[in-house]
């Protein structure tokens, strides 16, 4: 893939993710814009529930996912227009190409390291509360 694609690619993935954050926040939101609209529309003499959460395809695609994807596409058609941003994105990834990432036997390596490491410094601080909540039971302690 040449960076352009992996750029396009970023940019599809944030796009998806910020569907999936925006679906959830229309749908937190949506209760009290329904219960606040629907309040207006009653004062203006209108009846029933006007505004709902209607089902579009099944009751998979709603209202609510329907102004969320329009409003994530909004989100990234704004967010690819700049050249700077896709600039941006492209440097990060010609340097990313650079890295040298470590093979199989370092990170194995590495990873024993790190959990041998992990249990010494956790039975030092073990020891050390040990020893320390003596101390302080000894000093807190009335004489009898």
Sequence with gaps: ????????????????????????????????????ANTLFRMMGAQGNLLHNWAIIGS?????????LVLAG???????????????LSEVVIELKKV?????????????IV??????????LWISDSVWRVVTDWILTPPT
């Design 1 to 36: 893939m040449d960076v352009k694609q992996l750029v396009n690619l970023i940019y599809i993935i944030a796009g998806v993710i910020t569907f999936v954050v925006f679906d959830k926040m229309v749908l937190w939101v949506w209760p009290a814009l329904e219960n606040g």
């Design 60 to 68: 998979y695609v709603t209202l609510t996912t329907l102004i969320a």
């Design 74 to 88: 909004a989100a990234m058609v704004a967010a690819y227009q700049p050249d700077e941003y896709r600039s941006f």
């Design 100 to 112: 040298t990432w470590p093979g199989a036997d370092e990170t194995r390596r590495s990873t024993l």
């Design 115 to 124: 959990i041998v490491f992990t249990i010494i410094l956790s039975g030092f």
